[in-house]
């Protein structure tokens, strides 16, 4: 079994800073890619940011120099450092990555829960 397990997020005011981490545990062999998604009320899911293995990172653009992706390949976590919050980043915060299991030649996505993220004028 796979589980990602996110932590961080809360609330804080436009102009602050969150850190968000997700955790890929259990019979995990390897993660490839990992996303960050969000998603606010009335809207669609969102792409925020991605890094893969290798440790190229793309962001959307709304997040260009303000949202910092990065991972732990030794322990499997990722990172999205957030600064200069904004109202509109408030959202429900989803990591996604792409593992593979212990004793599986391919990978598959796995999802963790939505963690809040809450920006006040």
């Known amino acids: 079994q796979v589980q990602l397990v996110p932590s961080g997020g809360g609330l804080v005011q436009a102009g602050g800073s969150l850190d968000l981490s997700c955790a890929a545990s259990g019979s995990v062999l390897r993660v490839y890619t990992w996303d960050w998604y969000r998603q606010a009320p009335g809207q669609q899911r969102e792409l925020v940011a991605r890094i893969t293995r290798d440790q190229v990172v793309n962001y959307q653009d709304s997040v260009k120099g303000r949202f910092t992706l990065s991972r732990d390949n030794v322990n499997n976590i990722a990172y999205l450092f957030m600064t200069s919050l904004k109202p509109e980043d408030t959202a429900v915060y989803y990591c996604?990555?792409?593992?593979?299991?212990?004793?599986?030649?391919?990978?598959?996505?796995?999802w963790g829960q939505g963690t809040q993220v809450t920006v006040s004028f």
């Open positions: 996604s990555a792409d593992v593979q299991p212990i004793d599986s030649e391919g990978y598959r996505t796995y």
